[in-house]
């Protein structure tokens, strides 16, 4: 039986390998676009878009981004969780990290997702952000004050409108 499963596992890669092999003549499709969710509290659907927005601002980083969801409304739930999220950026900002590296934001309330980034930034040492990307993900009206805050860090900034 042992011998039977080793020869099956073979044959399988083997077969796999060949199928890789081959070119294909049909063009390879593109994967559907994600597109901005219309409800805040669609987590799944925030997660496509905002990685979405990530992978084509990536450009030259290689690791993996850091990336922090905003949520949007006013309950104390909502409120809760964006202070989680608030203390996570506070931790990472005063902490810094390295060059190569990415911090990108977004959530369905832009003007939430600016004050996150803003407040975290207050307290960047000078310089101490130099090689690393800033993604801002919202709306152009907040774009100017968050690149305020995060210019005193060395980041490089960028904006993405939702």
């Known amino acids: ?12 890669l083997g077969t796999f390998g060949l199928a890789a092999c081959q070119k ?9 676009r994600a597109v901005k969710p219309t409800s805040p509290t669609d987590m799944k659907g925030w997660q496509a878009y905002l990685g979405q927005i990530v ?20 309950s104390p739930d909502d409120q809760a969780a964006r202070g ?3 203390d996570e950026v506070n931790s990472v900002v005063a902490t810094t990290v390295l060059p190569g590296n990415m911090v990108a934001a977004g959530g369905p309330d832009s003007s939430k997702t600016a004050q996150v980034l803003e407040t975290a930034f207050k307290n960047a040492q000078p ?3 130099k090689g690393v990307v800033v993604l801002f993900i919202g709306d152009k009206a907040d774009e100017a004050a968050v690149q305020a805050a995060v210019a005193p860090s060395g980041a490089t900034f960028k904006f993405a409108q939702m």
């Open 127 to 129: 310089g101490s952000f």
């Open 1 to 12: 039986m042992r011998k039977f499963l080793i020869i099956a596992t073979i044959a399988l």
């Open 24 to 32: 294909s003549e049909q063009p390879v499709a593109q994967a559907a």
């Open 55 to 74: 992978q084509d601002n990536l450009g030259n980083i290689t690791n993996p981004p850091y990336l922090y969801f905003v949520p949007a409304g006013d």
């Open 84 to 86: 989680r999220v608030q």
